[in-house]
């Protein structure tokens, strides 16, 4: 009996794809992966189909291989990969969002434009020309404000600024992050984004649509405060501990958000801030829960999510569990740039009670960047407990026992060495 089988569009350096492969051999699902890591240390990438997927041809690249190796179900790993995926399903008549909803899930500006059509809570924005002069563009902003790229996520590129001197700095070093990064389209590097900040408690919702009905998996507050300069995102914990009113205002927000982009079909990770009565949408993306995050979804429910997505994708019926205690995560932030020479305290944080698991992303030797050019994290402590209350306190326990010793990086010059 031939296996179902899935094309899974990656890039390399994605955390998901391991889990994306572990779950499908689970569920007996074989997998392709389209890539551009030829090199990669992963075999099923190595093995896959190298791929530019920014190529205008790939598209008909992997429609060519599907007539050799037909696959039932598309999935993307990260917002770079989503357009691709929507077109190659759309092509093939495979479940999935359209390529229009898919791309404007991907860029800021467009999802921007999208829900204030829409009427749906969103900041006030304006897209700002990098090709044309500043200083007329910026006349009359109401300050503080926030600077994004059109098309990066994880906070990278993202600044408040209280002040137009502090508002052309920014913009000039998102600008250099833009330029020095090949993989985003030429196209995303002559736009920014600025819209007016939001100050309020902010949540992320992880859910599933199937057929435009967003369903719900899980609610995570974030209990730290994210005010800037840089947003550093650190603790995700679940059940949420907001009012079932507020609770249920962020959802019916981020399910009006999906039906404006036109979203229909798969995993939609969403971000948005309580204040003034409503639920300002920060994000709604059309891919799961970055980094390592997703466990929270296993460790709460028995149920990875990589899974249900996959099973999703193949038209299959599903059982959703709800979460059974409360989980929750911290993100270990880098908090300066240098070589990792080692984490200190690990053992130690381990044995906090509540605490499932503690992983370390980097080797020592490895350079680290922090936001707002860096893109990661340096690893992730998981806990479980009884409350999300407990959960909180178990990871904040546990993370004062971690002490991170980076070293500097010199520039070496022709006659000294010089501290960056």
């Given at each position: 009996?031939?296996?179902?089988?899935?094309?899974?569009?990656?890039?390399?350096?994605?955390?998901?794809?391991?889990?994306?492969?572990?779950?499908?051999?689970?569920?007996?699902?074989?997998?392709?992966?389209?890539?551009?890591?030829?090199?990669?240390?992963?075999?099923?990438?190595?093995?896959?189909?190298?791929?530019?997927?920014?190529?205008?041809?790939?598209?008909?690249?992997?429609?060519?291989?599907?007539?050799?190796?037909?696959?039932?179900?598309?999935?993307?790993?990260?917002?770079?990969?989503?357009?691709?995926?929507?077109?190659?399903?759309?092509?093939?008549?495979?479940?999935?969002?359209?390529?229009?909803?898919?791309?404007?899930?991907?860029?800021?500006?467009?999802?921007?434009?999208?829900?204030?059509?829409?009427?749906?809570?969103?900041?006030?924005?304006?897209?700002?020309?990098?090709?044309?002069?500043?200083?007329?563009?910026?006349?009359?902003?109401?300050?503080?404000?926030?600077?994004?790229?059109?098309?990066?996520?994880?906070?990278?590129?993202?600044?408040?600024?209280?002040?137009?001197?502090?508002?052309?700095?920014?913009?000039?070093?998102?600008?250099?992050?833009?330029?020095?990064?090949?993989?985003?389209?030429?196209?995303?590097?002559?736009?920014?984004?600025?819209?007016?900040?939001?100050?309020?408690?902010?949540?992320?919702?992880?859910?599933?649509?199937?057929?435009?009905?967003?369903?719900?998996?899980?609610i995570f507050d974030?209990?730290?405060?994210?005010?800037?300069?840089?947003?550093?995102?650190?603790?995700?914990?679940?059940?949420?501990?907001?009012?079932?009113?507020?609770?249920?205002?962020?959802?019916?927000?981020?399910?009006?958000?999906?039906?404006?982009?036109?979203?229909?079909?798969?995993?939609?990770h969403a971000e948005?801030?309580?204040?003034?009565?409503?639920?300002?949408?920060?994000?709604?993306?059309?891919?799961?829960?970055?980094?390592?995050?997703?466990?929270?979804?296993?460790?709460?429910?028995?149920?990875?999510?990589?899974?249900?997505?996959?099973?999703?994708?193949?038209?299959?019926?599903?059982?959703?569990?709800?979460?059974?205690?409360?989980?929750?995560?911290?993100?270990?932030?880098?908090?300066?740039?240098?070589?990792l020479r080692r984490?200190?305290?690990?053992?130690?944080?381990?044995?906090?009670?509540?605490?499932?698991?503690?992983?370390?992303?980097?080797?020592?030797?490895?350079?680290?960047?922090?936001?707002?050019?860096?893109?990661?994290?340096?690893?992730?402590?998981?806990?479980?407990?009884?409350?999300?209350?407990?959960?909180?306190?178990?990871?904040?326990?546990?993370?004062?026992?971690?002490?991170?010793?980076?070293?500097?990086?010199?520039?070496?010059?022709?006659?000294?060495?010089?501290?960056?």
């Amino acid at each position: 009996m031939n296996r179902q089988r899935v094309l899974l569009v990656a890039y390399p350096n994605s955390y998901r794809i391991g889990a994306y492969l572990r779950a499908a051999k689970a569920l007996g699902v074989a997998v392709i992966v389209a890539s551009p890591g030829k090199y990669s240390l992963v075999t099923a990438v190595a093995a896959g189909i190298h791929i530019n997927l920014n190529d205008p041809h790939a598209v008909e690249q992997l429609l060519e291989v599907s007539q050799t190796m037909p696959f039932e179900g598309v999935i993307a790993t990260d917002d770079a990969s989503v357009e691709l995926a929507s077109q190659i399903a759309h092509k093939l008549g495979l479940p999935g969002n359209s390529p229009k909803a898919a791309k404007i899930s991907r860029r800021k500006d467009l999802s921007r434009a999208c829900l204030l059509a829409a009427s749906v809570p969103v900041p006030e924005f304006l897209l700002l020309n990098l090709r044309q002069p500043l200083q007329m563009q910026l006349a009359g902003l109401d300050y503080p404000v926030v600077i994004k790229p059109v098309s990066l996520s994880g906070s990278r590129g993202v600044i408040r600024v209280d002040n137009e001197a502090d508002c052309l700095r920014a913009i000039a070093r998102v600008e250099t992050m833009l330029i020095g990064d090949t993989s985003i389209p030429e196209a995303e590097k002559q736009s920014l984004l600025i819209e007016e900040y939001i100050s309020g408690p902010e949540l992320a919702i992880e859910g599933v649509l199937h057929k435009g009905e967003f369903q719900l998996l899980a609610i995570f507050d974030k209990p730290e405060s994210m005010e800037g300069p840089f947003f550093v995102e650190t603790y995700y914990v679940t059940p949420s501990r907001h009012s079932r009113q507020d609770q249920r205002l962020a959802v019916d927000s981020i399910a009006q958000a999906c039906a404006a982009y036109g979203l229909t079909e798969g995993p939609v990770h969403a971000e948005c801030r309580l204040a003034e009565g409503k639920a300002w949408i920060m994000e709604v993306a059309s891919r799961t829960i970055g980094g390592e995050c997703a466990r929270l979804l296993t460790h709460g429910t028995g149920q990875a999510l990589e899974t249900l997505v996959i099973e999703k994708c193949l038209g299959r019926e599903v059982t959703i569990e709800t979460l059974s205690s409360g989980v929750g995560v911290m993100m270990l932030p880098i908090t300066e740039a240098g070589i990792l020479r080692r984490v200190e305290g690990v053992l130690a944080a381990q044995r906090v009670a509540g605490i499932d698991e503690i992983l370390i992303s980097y080797r020592e030797g490895y350079p680290l960047l922090p936001l707002p050019e860096g893109g990661s994290y340096l690893g992730f402590i998981f806990a479980t407990a009884a409350t999300p209350a407990e959960v909180e306190e178990a990871l904040r326990a546990a993370y004062a026992k971690l002490n991170v010793v980076i070293a500097p990086v010199f520039q070496v010059s022709s006659s000294v060495a010089v501290e960056v």
